[in-house]
């Protein structure tokens, strides 16, 4: 490692709400493989913020756990506020990025030309173009690993489903229908993410991207994504309150979107129905229509039988031979457990020189998937991977490789949804 140990020495880069509030958390447990060092926002206070915020995490957690006193200690010693990425990048060997997905793929190609790892959050990228560009980019440099952070697919449920599926439990899968989402009320997301330039589109960006990350990983990542249907891609409720402030809506906030999976081996097809929602979900037979990563609308239908898993606390599985089974799920207070999974999984996929399964690729995939579905919403029928692909490249051609190439795709793709068209 850079300091000559076997500690990994993490940087945050994008020190804002999900940085401070999940990710900063997990690392005290990490103490005896990596230690969080540095921050760098680009709003330096949320820099200095966080380095306040995991000083004082730090001193609590030695509080409680005396035996990690001299780690701690060292670790205080190490923290530091940067002023430039690069002189983060310097001193680090993995970057934890949660900026706006704007700065997640610039910040990722910048680390890896430093030799620096990566994990990005979710949304990957705003375009399929900048995150087709860091995918070539890796492509060429295996040694050094890109991961998309997308906790939804660590998600305990989540790694039962891939496990039932896997088993063969209802035979093959067919379809899985899913909502993930959240309701009305819920309004402090929104505000940093319902912009098409910082975030690349609306609800379908935020938790369509999650859901789709997580219920591909669960149905099996054998499958190859092929074509997009947009069955709806609306905006429900563009004028809303946010923390008290007048808001418009101008990217969706409800997506219904279908995806067409194949199998490359035998040809066969899988397909998930995914409901993304800003405004309460609105499909499934129940009349709870919940979108939340452990208890949100779930079913898994197979040749042989159906699995049900929108308890937080048990997946059912019938099958159509009669028998039926429930496997408990262990519920966790919050969505904590599923971000120590995706953090200490890449510190170890680092460590032992085992590039993580949920990669750039995979990322650039899942946005390609939500790019698709805009462009299949314009004209109005099901969309290829292939084609939206080629239409990306047309920008490309057009504007070259760069932003101005992104801003006017993004122009394009998310005009339906403009209150002011
Ligand atoms: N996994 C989850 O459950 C989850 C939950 C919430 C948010 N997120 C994702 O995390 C990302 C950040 O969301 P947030 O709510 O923390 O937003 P936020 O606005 O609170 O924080 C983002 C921070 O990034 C900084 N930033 C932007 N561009 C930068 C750049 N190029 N270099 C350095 N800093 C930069 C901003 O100054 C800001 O402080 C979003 O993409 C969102 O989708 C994931």
Redesign the pocket.
């Known amino acids: 490692m850079k300091h000559g140990d076997s500690t990994i020495r993490v940087g945050g ?10 990710h900063l958390q997990i690392y005290p447990q990490l103490l005896d493989k990596a230690h969080l060092v540095g921050f ?4 330096p206070a ?2 200095k913020a966080a380095y306040e915020r995991y000083t004082q995490t730090l001193k609590e957690y030695a509080g409680a756990h005396p035996e990690s006193a001299e780690a701690v200690k060292a670790n205080l010693a190490q923290l530091r506020c940067y002023e430039s ?1 690069d002189a983060l990048l310097d001193e680090v060997d993995v970057v934890d990025v ?7 793929m ?2 990722a190609i910048r680390a890896l030309e430093k030799g620096v790892h990566s994990m990005i ?3 990957m990228a705003r375009t399929w173009i900048e995150a087709d560009r860091a995918s070539r980019a890796f492509a060429g440099t295996p040694e050094i690993y890109c991961q998309l ?4 697919v660590f998600e305990p449920k989540y790694l039962v489903l891939g496990a039932l599926v896997r088993q063969g439990q209802i035979g093959n899968a067919q379809s899985m229908w899913l909502i993930r989402g959240s309701t009305l009320d819920a309004t ?2 929104l505000k ?2 319902a912009s098409a330039v ?2 690349g589109g609306g609800c379908l ?2 938790y369509g ?2 859901g789709l990350a997580a219920a591909w990983h669960v149905v099996g990542t054998h499958l190859v994504p092929v074509k997009v249907d947009a069955v709806r891609i609306e905006v429900r409720f563009p004028h809303r309150v946010l923390e008290g402030d007048p808001f418009t809506v101008e990217v969706d906030d409800d997506a219904h979107v279908k995806i067409l999976f194949e199998d490359p081996q035998s040809g066969a097809w899988t397909t998930i129905f995914l409901e993304a929602t800003w405004s309460g979900g609105e499909i499934g037979p129940s009349k709870e229509k919940r979108g939340g ?1 452990n208890n949100g609308y779930l079913r898994i239908e197979g040749d042989e039988g159906v699995i049900d898993g929108t308890e937080a606390d048990r997946v059912t599985i019938t099958r159509w031979d009669g028998g039926q089974t429930i496997v408990p799920i262990r519920e966790f207070p919050s ?1 904590r457990i ?2 120590i999974h995706e953090i200490e999984g890449f510190i170890d996929a680092v460590r032992m020189g085992k590039p993580p399964e949920i990669d750039v690729h995979y990322g650039a995939e899942v946005i390609a998937i939500c790019g698709a579905a805009y462009l299949s919403a314009i004209r109005k029928r099901a969309v290829s991977l292939e084609e939206f692909k080629d239409f990306s490249r047309e920008y490309v051609q057009k504007y070259g490789d760069n932003e101005q190439a992104e801003a006017a795709i993004l122009t394009d793709l998310l005009k339906p949804y403009q209150w002011r068209k």
């Open positions: 880069v994008g020190t804002g709400r999900i940085f401070q509030g999940a760098f926002d680009k709003q949320r820099a990425l949660c900026t706006t997905t704007r700065g997640k610039p910040t959050e979710k949304p952070n997308d906790d939804n402090s997301v940093s993410q910082e975030n960006m935020d991207s999650h990563q969505e599923s971000f």
